[in-house]
């Protein structure tokens, strides 16, 4: 997807490890998202991020942690992880913190970890 | 409790047939809602915006409609194309203090067939 990528595409991990995901954009937009998508689930907000070292939780963040540094970058940590954060997790970029007519979330590609 | 449901879950059609996908739901306070479609293996990728004074809106065989009073949408689309198979995810937003808060539905998975 145009200016936003994400890493790895996919990942197999054990359980009790630690994890960090990676979202980098190329917009230099203000916000970051991350999400889980989950069958059965609407995409469900972990954490976001309104600018530089500004983050805020969102409504599944237990047992996730992250981290922007610089503008293009946003991360997310799984500290130690368990089976149920084996997911599909997608990273979104904004220019404004309320999506209007002209501006809209983009997505990225996407990341499948699991966790055995 | 902010929630969108989408009907039907899964659908089968014909290549050069119409659908129309439907979206119910329960979000305030309301700001707008998104049609978005999503390919195996790839991120949601916007259709449509509309916001509560818009009831209808077109991009290229994708027709959205909007009745803000019985809060429901529904996605039109003509003369399907194999390229159409996707999952079809209806996303409501409402307005916040320092971001939005998107409500997510479930999608609707269609596959078009020969």
């Known amino acids: 997807d145009a200016g936003i990528t994400q890493s790895p595409r996919h990942k197999v991990t054990e359980t009790g490890t630690p994890v960090t995901l990676r979202c980098h954009q190329t917009?230099?937009?203000?916000?970051m998202y991350w999400y889980r998508q989950d069958p059965g689930h609407g995409l469900r907000l972990i954490h976001y991020s309104y600018g530089v070292k500004d983050t805020d939780k969102g409504e599944v963040s237990d047992g996730y942690s992250v981290s922007r540094s610089k503008t293009e970058d946003f991360l997310l940590t799984l500290e130690s992880a368990t089976s149920s954060q084996t997911s599909v997790y997608f990273c979104a970029i904004t220019a404004v913190g309320q999506p209007t007519i002209n501006y809209g979330y983009t997505f990225g590609s996407g990341t499948r970890l699991t966790v055995v | 409790k902010n929630q969108v449901e989408q009907s039907p879950q899964s659908l089968i059609i014909l290549e050069g047939k119409n659908c129309t996908l439907q979206c119910n739901y329960t979000v305030s306070p309301f700001s707008n809602l998104r049609w978005y479609k999503q390919d195996t293996g790839r991120g949601p990728v916007s259709l449509t915006i509309m916001t509560f004074s818009e009831n209808t809106k077109s991009n290229g065989r994708y027709t959205a409609t909007l009745d803000a009073d019985t809060k429901q949408s529904s996605l039109h689309i003509t003369a399907s194309q194999l390229s159409d198979s996707a999952s079809y995810i209806c996303?409501?937003?409402?307005?916040?203090?320092?971001?939005?808060?998107?409500?997510f539905g479930t999608g609707t998975r269609l596959q078009v067939t020969l």
């Open positions: 996303v409501v937003s409402a307005r916040t203090g320092t971001a939005s808060k998107l409500t």
């Open positions: 917009e230099n937009h203000r916000y």
